[in-house]
C-alpha cells in the first residue's frame, strides 16, 4: 500500500510546492469634474494590452497580475471625460481610418512592479504601473510619447494570500495615473491644437541637448497627483497604523526584479514619490 502511494504523495508535494496568488484590479473612476477637450480622438487599445498579464515568482509564491482588463476599462472612462469624442480600435490602422479624428492616442502598461504585505513589515502592500502613451497624428505619423506612473497602496492582509489587497493596490495605481493624466493633459504643449479644435501635426524633433529639447522636456513635466478619496476596502482591513502610506502618500514598489522577500525593500519615504514625467522621445531616453 506505502509503495503504491509514494509516487502519488511526491507529485502531490510537487504540485503543490508553489502558491498562488491571482491580482484582479477592479473599480470605476468617480465622475471627472473636468472640461472636455474641444476634440474628436481615436484611441487603440490592441488585444495585447487588452489582455495584459504581469507573471513573476518569489520566495516560492507564484503572482499573476491580470491588468489587461482594467486597463481597456480605465482608459475608456478616461478618454470619453477627457475628450468631447473617443472612439476605440484594436489597432492603430483602423483607428487611421476613422474619419475626422483630430489625433490618436494609444496607451500601453510599460512595467506593473509591487511589494506584498511581507516584503514592507506587514503595514500595508504597495503597487507602481508604468504607462507610456503613443500620441500620433491623424495620418499615424508619431507626434509625442508620454510617460506616465501611477502609485497606489492597499492594506496588509489579516487572512488569505493577499490577492485582494494587492488588487485594491493595483487599482488606486490606477486611479492615480488616471487623475494625473484628467487634470493635467491640457497644461501641456501636445495638447494646445486639440485645445482649438485642430489636429495634432508631426514635429521636427529638437536636437538632444538643446535648449528647445530642455524647454519640450519642462512643458511636458506632469506634477505627481494621488487620489485622496479611499477606494473600497478588503472585507477584512485593519486600521492603518500611524504613519503608515496612505493614498495621499503612495510609496513606490519594489521593482519586479527586486530580489525576493528575503530582501524586503526600504521603508517609504515621509513625503510623496516624486513627480512622474510625461516626456517626449526626442527630450530625453526612456
Do not use: W
Request: glycine fraction near 6%.
Amino acid at each position: 500500500m506505502t509503495r503504491h502511494l509514494a509516487p502519488l504523495l511526491a507529485a502531490t508535494l510537487f504540485l503543490g510546492g508553489c502558491a498562488a496568488v491571482a491580482v484582479r484590479p477592479e473599480g470605476d473612476l468617480p465622475k471627472a469634474l473636468v472640461v472636455s477637450t474641444p476634440a474628436k480622438v481615436a484611441v487603440v487599445v490592441t488585444a495585447e494590452s487588452a489582455n495584459y498579464v504581469h507573471k513573476e515568482s518569489r520566495a516560492s509564491v507564484d503572482y499573476e497580475a491580470q491588468l489587461g482588463p482594467s486597463h481597456r476599462h480605465i482608459v475608456e472612462e478616461i478618454f470619453r471625460a477627457e475628450f468631447r469624442e473617443a472612439k476605440f480600435f484594436e489597432d492603430l490602422d483602423s483607428a487611421r481610418k476613422e474619419p475626422g479624428v483630430q489625433a490618436i492616442f494609444e496607451p500601453r502598461i510599460e512595467q506593473f512592479s509591487f511589494a506584498s504585505a511581507k516584503e514592507t513589515g506587514g503595514a500595508y502592500c504597495a503597487v507602481t504601473i508604468r504607462y507610456q502613451i503613443y500620441i500620433y497624428a491623424p495620418d499615424g505619423q508619431q507626434v509625442d510619447m508620454l510617460t506616465l506612473t501611477g502609485y497606489g497602496s492597499g492594506p496588509a492582509p489579516r487572512i488569505g494570500n493577499g490577492e485582494e489587497e494587492l488588487g485594491i493596490a493595483s487599482y488606486a495605481a490606477m486611479r492615480d495615473a488616471a487623475a494625473k493624466f484628467l487634470t493635467q493633459f491640457q497644461a501641456l504643449d501636445v495638447a494646445k491644437p486639440l485645445m482649438a479644435s485642430q489636429p495634432l501635426t508631426p514635429k521636427l524633433a529638437p536636437e538632444p541637448g538643446s535648449a528647445e529639447a530642455v524647454a519640450a522636456a519642462a512643458s511636458l513635466s506632469i506634477e505627481a497627483l494621488p487620489i485622496n478619496e479611499t477606494p473600497a476596502v478588503a472585507k477584512s482591513t485593519p486600521e492603518a497604523p500611524a504613519g503608515s502610506p496612505t493614498e495621499a502618500s503612495p510609496a513606490p514598489a519594489v521593482p519586479a526584479s527586486t530580489p525576493p522577500a528575503s530582501a524586503p525593500p526600504a521603508s517609504p519615504p515621509e513625503k510623496a514619490p516624486q513627480p512622474s514625467q510625461m516626456t517626449s522621445p526626442a527630450a530625453s531616453s526612456l
